[in-house]
């Protein structure tokens, strides 16, 4: 009888795993790999602007929101640093680079979580009412546009690639842009109605918690298949 190609060749992938798309052999794949190496780049590069311009900003308008979340660019730059790792050389192939990589992303998630917790209460706890800030407004407008196009682009190759590294790496992306929109929110809510300061740090909270249970993904592998 005959023997079903599954059966007959390599151990099949976990089933149910999101990420585990079928090779499209592999040319595409090492496309697909240079490709998560150089977003990781343009990720890295614009973390640099975007640190760089909110913690001035943040600092200037004595807004602790802003700097907090621009602080925590340095942070998000880990994961961009670990998938470039990840793809470079004879590690494009290792099944074993890429749980290294996994959980070294999960840990990147874990060091994210108490950074916008700690920033989060102590604006609850001081009263932190965030100041007017234009450069402030402009750089986290530019991440809301800039970090879901990257974020998308990273998850689709996660699939391809089954790299949970690179999934990872692109949902940080995405929260990037979720506490930006927070406290652009914040910036521009305050301007007009200084009572409702509180909205700002309570979202983050939220992207705390979400940051905490993404670790927790990667490191069990569910976003990865490894």
């Known amino acids: 009888m005959a023997v079903p190609a599954r059966e007959a060749g390599a151990p099949a992938r976990e089933a149910g795993c999101g990420c585990c798309a079928a090779d499209g052999g592999d040319g595409q794949r090492r496309r697909d790999a240079r490709a998560a190496r150089w977003l990781a780049w343009a990720s890295l590069g614009w973390m640099s602007i975007e640190g760089a311009v909110g913690l001035a900003a943040g600092l200037a308008a004595g807004s602790a929101a802003l700097a907090g979340w ?112 927070a406290v652009l929110a914040g910036l521009a809510v305050t301007a007009a109605w200084p009572g409702a300061w509180p909205a700002d740090p309570v979202i983050a909270l939220g992207v705390a918690a979400w940051s905490a249970w993404e670790g927790w993904r990667s490191w069990k592998g569910a976003a990865g298949c490894c």
Request: contains cysteine; hydrophobic residues 55%; charged residues 10%.
């Open 70 to 181: 621009a602080a925590g660019s340095v942070i998000e730059a880990l994961a961009s640093v670990i998938v470039i790792w990840r793809f470079t050389g004879s590690r494009q192939a290792s099944e074993h680079a890429e749980r290294k990589a996994g959980r070294a992303v999960a840990v990147s998630f874990w060091l994210l979580a108490p950074w916008i917790t700690a920033q989060a209460a102590y604006d609850l706890a001081a009263g932190h009412h965030q100041g007017v800030s234009v450069p402030g407004i402009a750089v986290t407008a530019a991440s809301i546009a800039v970090m879901p196009a990257l974020g998308l682009a990273k998850h689709r190759l996660g699939r391809r690639l089954a790299s949970g590294a690179t999934a990872g790496e692109g949902t940080q992306n995405l929260m990037c842009a979720a506490q930006a929109a």
